[in-house]
């Protein structure tokens, strides 16, 4: 079952654009991560933010967290071609057995030159 | 070495057929994973192994049968798989819990179609 719900599912934008997307998910949470996925193909982890933490950097991304409205956004900044991909958000449990990664349904982002 | 290796890449096979998925890391990571992914769907949990043993099964049928041999290799055995599980099967590794919170590692996936 997926924990997260993603928003917009899909968004087109201009090179050099920055690109936002969102996700929410229901229960209490570790961490949350973003993947990116291209063509269907593996998942590459892109950041993981941990429950008390609320911003968090990596070059071009930026991820917030608030774990009161339990959810999370992605910004891209200064998008290129090359980020064209599905972006997951992943969320960490505390409450599951084990390791247990569940994903949201994805927003794909398709970036035009 | 900081990937995840899947072989085959690719796999047509019948409904009466056995065939095997393979993994592979030589990161030191102690729990690795099965995802299942259809086309335009977020990646499923199937199986979860933490220190070579089976911690979660998500309620997967039968004919998929996870091993883990050792630290480093995962395996999916199939057997009498339905049309309607074709798709591509992930592996992934990463960090135990206990040693603290990190992301996972994906191979680049095996594309099953059963025919």
């Known amino acids: 079952s997926q924990q997260g719900e993603e928003d917009p599912q899909a968004l087109s934008i201009q090179e050099g654009e920055n690109a936002t997307m969102n996700c929410s998910y229901k229960?209490?949470?570790?961490?949350l991560q973003w993947y990116r996925q291209n063509s269907g193909r593996g998942l590459v982890h892109l950041i993981l933010?941990?429950?008390?933490?609320r911003e968090k950097h990596s070059g071009r991304l930026r991820v917030t967290l608030d774990t009161s409205k339990k959810s999370s956004s992605l910004l891209i900044t200064a998008s290129r071609a090359a980020d064209t991909a599905s972006y997951f958000c992943?969320?960490?449990?505390?409450?599951?057995?084990?390791?247990?990664?569940?994903f949201g349904g994805g927003t794909r982002v398709l970036v035009k030159p | 070495d900081t990937e995840v290796t899947q072989t085959p890449k690719h796999l047509v096979m019948g409904m009466t057929n056995k065939k095997s998925l393979k993994c592979e890391q030589h990161?030191?990571?102690?729990?690795m994973y099965w995802y299942k992914q259809k086309a335009k769907k977020p990646p499923e949990l199937m199986f979860v192994?933490?220190?070579?043993?089976?911690?979660i099964n998500e309620s997967v049928p039968s004919r998929f049968s996870p091993e883990c041999p050792n630290s480093s290799l995962l395996n999916l055995h199939l057997h009498a798989l339905q049309p309607e599980d074709s798709a591509l099967y992930l592996c992934?590794?990463?960090?135990?819990?206990?040693?603290?919170?990190?992301?996972?590692?994906f191979g680049s996936g095996t594309r099953l179609t059963v025919v």
């Open positions: 992934a590794s990463s960090q135990t819990r206990d040693r603290g919170s990190s992301g996972y590692t």
């Open positions: 229960t209490s949470i570790n961490n």
């Open positions: 990161m030191g990571h102690r729990a």
């Open positions: 992943a969320t960490g449990s505390l409450k599951a057995a084990g390791n247990k990664l569940t």
């Open positions: 933010i941990r429950s008390n933490e």
């Open positions: 192994y933490s220190y070579e043993k089976l911690s």
